[in-house]
Nanobody
Framework: QVQVVESGGGSVQAGGSLRLSCTAS????????MGWFRQAPGKEREGVSC????????SYADSVKGRFTISRDNAKNTLYLQMNSLKPEDTAMYYC????????????????????WGQGTQVTVSS
């Protein structure tokens, strides 16, 4: 049984930082590219970032480039998202997902590329 569990969310002021973690079990972690998505109230879930199976290549949404960093530790089956210079518009539920592919495809932000999802962790940024 595959389980994907996010942690590390919370409330911070604008300009602050948070580090999200995601642990996956029940799957061969190194076989999967991993992604972070987020969903704000009343909005569609959107792709934030993707990292290939080896960690050697990453992709980011334009809205977070230069502020967020995705990384992974395959020995620990864990994915991370370091979020710096947070803005109120970053407020959302953040989801971790395991891709059906080992790489981040050209359309890495497409939800149907991911077959395992966590329940999410809330990030709230106040101005």
């Amino acid at each position: 049984q595959v389980q994907v569990v996010e942690s590390g969310g919370g409330s911070v002021q604008a300009g602050g930082s948070l580090r999200l973690s995601c642990t996956a079990s029940g799957l061969t972690f190194v076989n999967h590219a991993m992604g972070w998505f987020r969903q704000a109230p009343g909005k569609e879930r959107e792709g934030v970032s993707c990292i290939v199976w080896s960690g050697g290549s990453t992709s980011y949404a334009d809205s977070v480039k230069g502020r967020f960093t995705i990384s992974r530790d395959n020995a620990k089956n864990t994915l991370y998202l370091q979020m710096n210079s947070l803005k109120p518009e970053d407020t959302a539920m953040y989801y971790c997902a395991a891709s059906s592919y080992s790489g981040c495809a050209g359309s890495w932000w497409t939800r149907s590329n991911y077959n395992y999802w966590g329940q999410g962790t809330q990030v709230t940024v106040s101005s």
